[in-house]
């Protein structure tokens, strides 16, 4: 059979700085009618210019220089324009990782899908709406009659993708390219989507190009699999021989960077260094600088393509049978797994409590009407308690917009709570006076999320650590009588031994942030706040922005700050599975309020919430064969300014029940630790009967 | 919405009464009517007996804000302040020195100014975003490039230059249309067409390179390059999509003058000799007709304001974000 | 102790001394910090930037050396008591001695041996005739200036441009010395890197430039102390002083406005940004207010009102020059505080934007004071808009003052600008044959001027704001020479060892 893409020896150039860019270089694949064809790799390494090369869309410093582009024997790359733009939309479609910025704004989405009818059908007036309202349907828009007349802003983030991949199906494609098509959505929305393609391409037949960075998306949809390292392909293979038996180095410790539970009592295998610039010429292998296997012959020739088994084939020295050296598999496997000797955290004494909170809440108050009078309340968080133990890690976890990120700024007193308590170490934050409160700044701290915002451009690294210590007076010795003199050496110090402490040569502390990658950059936030002795950190996801080979170096300096320093962190995040590496107790937030909660194996291992059991179900899981049963979620996060009446998840839960429009359930206990709001349990005493009228109604 | 457009009304009540608030102190309050008074009269030879009859005639011969020899709110209605911020919200605006009535002036000049300042506008608009948008589809070549020079040069070029070399070539040296003057009826088309190319002209350089670069930052938007995977050709990229949102900006930042064209220009009116507010504002300066400077001033603010909300109703129109929402 | 001079130090003056020590400041600063020197060298890889700010160099230093005012000694009579002149004097007066005090009879045009209107001349045996009369100064020195002036004209012309090209030759062998010794190279393989335009900063743009007005400068200095090289006006004065006396006037309007306005602007613009709430309120209200009011409108008004104020209070000046230097002064207050709402806007969005940044939260979650976040995080990180600002307004500034000189509310009209030129020269555009030298010469040098600021403002805006390019095309030449350079220039060895992990 022959390829429906066959992509050979394609370079793509970015000219954007001093030096070109070669964002790819001599990749080659082809993809099979009807197949899912995944192209994995972290950020930078060329996935995207990959796509955009086929689409012959680069911006306007890209250039294609070498190479050939097939689909179906017809070069791509000597179609005049003309005849290229018959290609796209047509033959091959495309749909991108922002859905918020890729539809046009002031257009309605039938608008943007009868264009691509008219372009390549010639289908106008009602038979275009006719086409446009079907192919709405397939992708699962519900009330798309009344629906295809809005705006993209009046759709939410899942949907705008289902209108994307309507869109791209309206061409009736061989070909969608889906670049990142899940990246920027929750993973309950992610669910859905990836469901939705998978369905679509079964009943249209067509290919898909998939290009992710996440292992589970790969595990879940593809049918092949390329990974992608510094502009060029290392490794191709069939998904299960690809999960079976990884045979490049780069993807090996791809897999074991994942963070998860089983590996919770030991260190993430990490790739040292970061992805080389490609503007860089390379002579050897792309990898050898962080390859732990790397010899002479590594950095000295470029490593050809070597069959491991029929089907799949590694770009690496290790498989090659002429190079000599053959290093048995097994023993490079036996390597990648072998922990990376941070010790597991000693089993801290939990029972004394550092933090506090009852009933937080949070409300944004919204203006409307002609005096701009308060009209109502984004409820961001609504009641929420929990406690923080000293030297513990509680994960909160939760979708975007379910307030988890506000709870820690109203923890922090960031934001003003509105009601509720916070009670550090016995002390009441809440109303405390500006001044009392800089006395106690240096026992909590935050790590944010952005390491590129988080960070002030203008300012030195020793400027930006200093600045909690001078703002807080915060000595290295705790006499305080010392000559000025003294002590700011002192402090310069301990920068020093700050920026050791979390991994970056005390050299540093004369630059400015922009000369830092992400990673980096991550660290210098955490030696920031470090620099005060805090006892409590508030992570707020803080590796989210990163790659997974890099989100492994800042879960271990993390995991061996708790062990060394006896830090409680407060963990916010979306990802399940660094969740179950980290925390040691989990509580689930859903729109503002706090519905599960638990030590990490209670709830993940056993989640008793409806809406725990869909998020858990909804994270892809990189097994072959999942045993699993997925639940899948239907709708989105409601507004927080308008949550649904009785328990908010109502709208949504498969186990709905009359009485779950009416209250919000109580809490329910599973022994002393687990607790879950949910009806589907018997509730508390008091809770019930404050609403007889709610029983009455089931009954 | 409507709440929204009464909402934007009331809150132009107060920036009203601010403006007031500074032309009063502007014109009574940096200088006495006195000060004023012995101004026009003449520094040297003046009685007090002149100036009480200067300051008569005007009405400025009250106290400016607390009239101590009154009782109760004549206390405060009975001051130039009140008197005439009162008179200035009633459109009465009171004589200028030549004894005519002004608020009646400004009626009858208004028609003059709007015969220039329309067209100007209309046809600086369409000019402008043409060429804005050729410049867009050719970016990057020397079309652009050149187009970008030649923007820069001419916003560099003083606006009285175009005026003075376009009477010289055109009217004195071709003698293709009177220098200067104004009719009634078609007899009016002769006299503006020098004004109206002089004035789309002048504004071309800097009009021209904003609105190009409004058609860049759409052009980098992601929803472009959507449209173009669509398979759609480079000039329904533009049309359909680019235009549309950059119209928005374009749109919105042009509404705000429309209410202002009525006053005319100040310089273009005066060398054309065109009877029109703008013209009548540079005589009213030069022969240091306070009364009159200050009715246009307030004038001015007010025209400005209703711009304002103008524009806001403009952006519920064009952008279904804001009209929906 | 008697002096020849008596130095004086007018308002504009120590403002502009001010605004020299400040941009010195700046600039020493800047040169310590890297990240801030980063975007400064990326205004230095622009050609059009470089060759324009050449241009300006000269038109600055014409406006210094205008700046610096004094009293000269009148000659007494053995008193111990010196007395001063009451004219005010400045280095360029001193300089331009010849030109100030040259003055003819009435319009001359340019280059030209006689008057350019008739006079009834007294013959010596009585009779009378009417005819153009030789000039006091202006080719004085020519006896049959009929036949002589194109060939005297173009001899001095020659040989002061060749005089010109010689110091730029001279400047060229420094610069190029300089260089060289800097990368350790041969002089001659610097030059001609210069010439090939492969230098980091584009000497080739800038050397042509300099060429170019060097030549421009020598023939016109070497033509100006025997001719009126842009005629005389009404009054029989020079016109090319005129426009070297105008300059200044120009350079004061465009940076002492933006000086006046920035502190309210910087002050009220991040205030409202940072604190909103009623803070915000009041001063969205204030800027709506004053921004409502049409700019000509309200500086028409304010300059009248100065004017009544000056009139009536003529004791507060002790020369004209102070009198027209304080008018000077308040129109710069009044254009800057019509004009500083555009960028209190600007700021305060900007500011709204930053104070969510995640640096300044985590600033606050350390406790530090409002003052020291808006000193060490805000302000630093909204210096760019400022400048930008700074420098896009310059031009338009020095355009608005010939407007409303025009309009009557611009500067003294006894002190000499591009406004006051163009305002007496228009009267004379209905004479026939029509006076257009002093208009020209008004025309021309602004729009130098304004072209150079425009075109360095140009190249600021897109070395700080890379987001809002102006020149795409440029980027694409660079690209296509690089390209094909690159084989040759791969440091392979060295590239493999630093990235090696630390």
Redesign the interface.
């Known amino acids: 059979m022959n390829p429906l893409l066959q992509i050979d020896n394609l370079e793509t150039v970015l000219h954007t700085g001093a030096t070109p860019v070669r964002a790819v270089d001599g990749l080659t694949l082809q993809i099979m009618q009807g197949e899912t064809f995944a192209l994995l790799g972290e950020s930078g390494c060329g996935k995207s210019m990959t796509a955009l090369s086929v689409m012959r869309l680069l911006p306007e410093v890209g250039e294609i220089v070498a190479g050939s582009i097939r689909i179906g024997g017809e070069d791509l790359l000597l179609l005049p324009e003309a005849a290229m733009r018959n290609v796209r939309g047509k033959r091959i479609s495309m749909i991108f990782q922002e859905p918020m910025l890729s539809l046009n704004p002031v257009m309605t989405v039938a608008e943007q899908i009868g264009e691509v009818l008219q372009r390549h059908f010639n289908l106008r007036g009602a038979a275009q709406q006719q086409r446009v309202l079907e192919i709405l349907n397939q992708v699962g828009i519900p009330d798309a009659e009344r629906r295809m007349a809005e705006y993209p802003f009046q759709f939410s983030g899942g949907m705008k993708q289902r209108v994307m991949i309507a869109m791209a199906l309206a061409g009736e494609p061989e070909l969608l390219i889906a670049d990142e098509p899940t990246t920027a959505l929750d993973v309950t929305i992610q669910a859905q989507v990836l469901d939705l393609m998978r369905d679509l391409q079964q009943r249209s037949g067509m290919a898909i190009l998939l290009i992710t960075h996440d292992l589970g998306v790969v595990a879940e949809m593809a049918q092949k699999v390329a990974v992608m390292y510094a502009g060029e392909i290392v490794e191709t293979a069939t998904r299960a021989e690809f999960f079976h038996s990884p045979a490049h180095p780069y993807s090996r410790k791809l897999f074991a960077s994942l963070p998860g539970k089983n590996k919770r009592d030991q260190g993430l295998a990490v790739i040292s260094g970061s992805v080389p610039p490609l503007s860089r010429e390379f002579v050897g292998c792309r990898f050898a600088d962080r390859c732990d296997h790397a010899w002479d012959l590594c950095r000295t020739t470029a490593p050809g393509w070597s069959a491991v088994v029929a089907g799949h084939q590694v770009r690496c020295h290790l498989f090659d049978q002429t190079a000599g050296s053959v290093l048995h598999s097994s023993a490079v496997k036996a390597a990648e797994t072998a922990p990376q000797g941070i010790p597991a955290a000693p089993s801290a004494v939990f029972n004394s409590e550092l933090l506090r909170v009852v009933d937080l809440k949070v409300h944004f108050p919204i203006h409307k009407g002609l005096m701009k009078r308060v009209a109502g309340y984004v409820k961001a968080v609504d009641g929420v308690s929990l406690t923080i133990a000293q030297g513990g890690t509680l994960a909160l976890v939760g979708e975007s917009g379910c307030g988890k990120t506000t709870v820690g700024k109203g923890i922090l007193q960031l934001i003003p709570p509105t009601a509720g308590s916070v009670r550090y170490d016995g002390l009441e934050l809440v109303g405390l006076e500006r001044k009392q409160l800089r006395a106690k700044r240096a026992e909590f701290q935050i790590i944010f999320q952005d390491p590129y915002s988080s960070l002030n451009p203008r300012m030195r690294i020793i400027d930006i650590i200093e600045e909690g210590m001078n703002a807080l007076n915060v000595r290295n010795n705790d006499r305080a009588d010392h000559a000025g003199q003294q002590s700011s050496s002192r402090q310069g110090q301990k920068v020093d031994a700050l920026l050791q402490r979390v991994g970056l040569p005390p050299e540093t502390k004369w630059r400015y942030p922009h000369e830092f990658s992400g990673g980096q950059r991550q660290r210098i936030a955490i030696a920031r706040a470090l620099a005060v002795n805090p006892r409590l950190l508030i992570c707020d996801e803080p590796t989210s922005a990163l790659d997974v080979s890099v989100q492994a170096q800042i879960l271990n300096l993390l995991k061996e700050l708790q062990a060394s320093l006896g830090l409680a962190y407060l963990f916010i995040t979306h990802n399940i599975s660094v969740v179950e590496y980290l925390a040691d107790e989990v509580a689930v937030m859903y729109l503002g309020r706090i519905v599960e909660w638990g030590s990490v194996d209670e709830v993940l291992g056993n989640p008793k919430h409806p809406y725990t059991q869909a998020l858990l179900s909804a994270v892809p899981v990189i097994e072959l064969n999942p045993k699993r049963e997925v639940i899948r979620l239907h709708g989105d996060l409601p507004s927080p300014a308008n949550p649904p009446a009785g328990c908010h998840f109502h709208p949504r839960c498969p186990h709905a029940m009359p009485v779950c429009h009416e209250t919000y359930p109580g809490s329910s206990s599973f022994g002393s630790t687990h607790t879950v709001r949910c009806h589907l349990y018997p509730q508390p005493q008091n809770s019930s009967t404050l609403q007889p009228q709610g029983a009455e109604t089931i009954a | 919405m409507l709440n929204y457009i009464i909402r934007r009304m009331l809150y132009a009540i107060p920036i009203l009464i601010g403006v007031n608030l500074i032309t009063f102190t502007l014109f009574f309050v940096v200088n006495t009517p006195d000060d004023m008074a012995r101004m026009q009269l003449g520094i040297k030879r003046v009685t007090p007996e002149a100036i009480e009859k200067w300051k008569h005639e005007r009405g400025y011969d009250k106290p400016l804000m607390l009239n101590d020899g009154e009782e109760g709110a004549a206390k405060f209605t009975h001051t130039i302040f009140f008197e005439k911020s009162a008179a200035m919200f009633a459109f009465d605006f009171g004589r200028a020195d030549d004894g005519r009535d002004i608020a009646h002036e400004i009626k009858s000049r208004m028609l003059p100014s709007l015969a220039i300042a329309l067209p100007v506008f209309l046809l600086g608009l369409l000019v402008y975003i043409t060429f804005a948008l050729v410049m867009a589809f050719f970016r990057a070549t020397y079309v652009d490039f050149w187009g970008v020079v030649l923007c820069v040069a001419l916003m560099s070029i003083s606006s009285l230059f175009y005026i003075i070399g376009g009477q010289f070539l055109i009217s004195k040296l071709w003698h293709l249309v009177p220098i200067s003057g104004y009719g009634g009826g078609l007899d009016a088309g002769k006299f503006l067409v020098l004004p109206v190319i002089i004035g789309v002209i002048s504004g071309a350089g800097a009009s021209t390179r904003w609105y190009r670069t409004i058609f860049l930052e759409e052009m980098s938007k992601d929803y472009v390059r959507t449209a173009r995977a669509k398979g759609l050709p480079e000039s329904v990229v533009l049309f359909r999509h680019v235009l549309r949102n950059a119209m928005i900006p374009i749109l919105t930042g042009a509404v705000v003058v429309i209410p202002l064209l009525f006053l005319g220009s100040l310089i273009a009116e005066s060398f054309f000799g065109i009877p029109g507010l703008g013209s009548y504002t540079i005589d009213a300066i030069n022969s240091q007709d306070f009364a009159v400077v200050r009715a246009m001033v307030f004038l001015g603010s007010l025209l400005y304001i209703i711009g304002l909300i103008l524009t806001d109703i403009s952006y519920t129109l064009v952008d279904p974000r804001i009209r929906l929402e | 102790m008697n002096m020849l001079y008596k130095p004086v130090i007018l308002w504009t003056d120590a403002l502009i001394y001010l605004l020299v020590i400040v941009v010195l400041a700046f600039v020493w600063y800047v040169r310590r910090n890297?990240?801030?020197l980063a975007p400064w060298r990326r205004v230095g890889h622009s050609a059009s930037g470089m060759a324009a700010l050449t241009v300006l160099v000269f038109f600055i230093a014409i406006g210094l050396l205008d700046t610096v005012h004094f009293r000269p000694a009148v000659e007494n009579s053995g008193n111990s008591e010196q007395v001063y002149s009451v004219e005010v004097l400045s280095l360029l007066d001193v300089i331009a001695e010849p030109l100030r005090t040259r003055v003819e009879k009435t319009y001359s045009a340019p280059f030209a041996a006689h008057l350019y209107a008739r006079e009834t001349i007294e013959l010596p045996d009585g009779g009378q005739v009417r005819e153009f009369p030789r000039l006091q100064f202006g080719g004085a020195h020519l006896q049959n200036p009929d036949v002589q002036l194109a060939v005297d004209v173009a001899e001095r012309a020659a040989a002061g441009a060749a005089q010109g090209f010689l110091g730029w030759c001279v400047l060229v062998v420094l610069l190029g010395g300089l260089l060289a010794r800097q990368d350790n190279a041969g002089l001659l393989p610097t030059l001609s890197a210069i010439r090939r335009g492969t230098t980091e900063i584009p000497w080739n743009a800038v050397l042509l430039t300099l060429m170019l007005i060097l030549s421009l400068l020598g023939a016109a200095l070497a033509l100006s102390t025997h001719y009126h090289i842009f005629g005389t006006d009404k009054v029989g004065q020079d016109v090319f002083y005129q426009s070297l006396k105008s300059i200044r006037t120009g350079l004061v309007i465009g940076t002492l406005t933006t000086l006046m306005m920035l502190p309210f602007a910087l002050l009220l613009g991040i205030m409202a940004g940072y604190f909103r709430g009623w803070v915000d309120d009041v001063i969205q209200?204030?800027y709506?207010?004053?921004s409502?009011?049409?700019g000509?409108?309200?500086i028409?008004?304010?300059v009248?009102?100065?004017?009544?104020?000056m009139?009536?209070h003529p004791e507060l000046f002790d020369t004209i020059a102070a009198r027209a230097d304080l008018r000077l002064l308040f129109l710069c207050i009044i254009l800057g505080v019509t004009s500083w709402t555009g960028l209190c806007r600007l700021l305060r969005g900007e500011t709204l934007k930053l104070r969510e940044?995640?640096?300044i939260?985590?600033?606050?979650?350390?406790?530090?004071?409002h003052w020291?976040i808006i000193s060490?995080?805000i302000l630093?990180?909204v210096m760019h808009i400022v400048l930008i600002a700074t420098v896009m307004d310059f031009?338009g500034l020095v355009?608005a003052e010939?407007?409303l000189s025009?309009?009557?509310?611009g500067v003294d009209p006894s002190m000499i600008s591009?406004g006051t030129m163009?305002n007496a020269a228009?009267l004379e555009?209905a004479r026939e044959p029509?006076v257009w030298w002093a208009?020209l010469s008004a025309?021309g040098f602004?729009?130098a001027l304004?072209?150079s600021?425009?075109?360095f403002a140009?190249a600021v805006q897109d070395a700080f704001n890379p987001?809002?390019?102006?020149?795409?095309?440029k980027?694409?030449k660079l690209?296509r020479t690089?390209?094909t350079k690159?084989p040759e220039s791969?440091p392979?060895a060295a590239?493999?060892k630093d990235?090696?992990?630390?």
Do not use: C
């Open positions: 890297e990240h801030m209200y204030i709506t207010t004053l409502s009011i049409p000509v409108l309200l028409a008004a304010a009248l009102m100065m004017q009544v104020y009139e009536t940044m995640e640096y939260q985590a600033a606050h979650a350390f406790g530090v004071s020291r060490r995080h630093p990180n031009s355009l010939a407007v025009y309009v009557g509310v591009f163009i228009r555009m029509m208009l025309f602004m729009f304004v072209l600021a425009n075109l140009d987001r809002v390019r102006t020149w795409s095309l980027a694409g690209r690089e390209r690159t791969k392979v590239a493999a990235s090696n992990p630390p």
